[in-house]
């Protein structure tokens, strides 16, 4: 089993930053895909960014060059930092882990960017 507590969601502004954290409740060392999915109205569940077996990275191609997935092995904890946001990043995002081929979902961050 796997707990997964996000937090750093909010409203911001377009062209502004957000960074958004997803604590595990257990080591992350061995995990082997956790990273950030988003949800807008409307549409499907899509992926953002992820690590996948350790240090390899995967991001949406939205989401390139302004987004950065991070982690802290110590603090069981991922990173997610969200720089020129725009409306389109409007949505609700979900840290997601696969360990030993099964997924766990955190509860959701509302991101919302609007001036």
């Known amino acids: 089993q796997v707990q997964l507590v996000e937090s750093g969601g909010g409203l911001v502004q377009p062209g502004g930053s957000l960074r958004l954290s997803c604590a595990a409740s257990?080591?992350?060392?061995?995990?082997?895909?956790m990273g950030w999915y988003r949800q807008a109205p409307g549409k499907q569940r899509e992926l953002v960014a992820q690590?996948?077996?350790?240090?390899?990275?995967n991001y949406a191609d939205s989401v390139k060059g302004r987004f950065t997935i991070s982690r802290d092995n110590f603090k069981n904890t991922v990173y997610l930092q969200m720089n020129n946001l725009k409306p389109d990043d409007t949505a609700v995002y979900y840290c997601?882990?696969?360990?030993?081929?099964?997924?766990?979902w955190g509860q959701g961050t509302q991101v919302t960017v609007s001036s």
């Open positions: 257990r080591t992350i060392f061995s995990i082997y895909a």
């Open positions: 690590f996948i077996s350790g240090s390899n990275i």
């Open positions: 997601n882990v696969v360990y030993r081929e099964l997924v766990y």
